[in-house]
């Protein structure tokens, strides 16, 4: 099995940062991609930003140029750096991982999800 655990939500005013993580253990030989998605209330979960195992990264349209999404591969941890914070930003935000176990088998994991609240 494999497991997810985010850190770094909080409430944060308008215009301020703060940092996600999230790390992953278990049952893990090798990392396809991973990703952050939010889900507001009253709203479907969405892409915020995904990085594959080659470093490639596609952020939505709403994050692009403040959010900044990065990974340590020896921690296995990935990263959401978040900057100019929007009260629209507000969600509960869920790491999620494509990976593959060591017989090979593709598995998709989803973390419990961490709060950020933006507002003053």
């Known amino acids: 099995q494999v497991q997810l655990v985010e850190s770094g939500g909080g409430l944060v005013q308008p215009g301020g940062s703060l940092r996600l993580s999230c790390a992953a253990s278990g049952n893990i030989f090798s990392i396809n991609s991973m990703g952050w998605y939010r889900q507001a209330p009253g709203k479907e979960r969405e892409l915020v930003a995904v990085i594959t195992s080659g470093s490639t990264t596609n952020y939505a349209d709403s994050v692009k140029g403040r959010f900044t999404i990065s990974r340590d591969n020896a921690k296995n941890t990935l990263y959401l750096q978040m900057n100019s914070l929007k009260p629209e930003d507000t969600a509960v935000y869920y790491c999620?991982?494509?990976?593959?176990?060591?017989?090979?088998?593709?598995?998709?994991?989803w973390g419990k999800g961490t709060l950020v609240t933006v507002s003053s």
């Open positions: 999620n991982l494509d990976s593959s176990d060591y017989r090979r088998r593709r598995m998709f994991t």
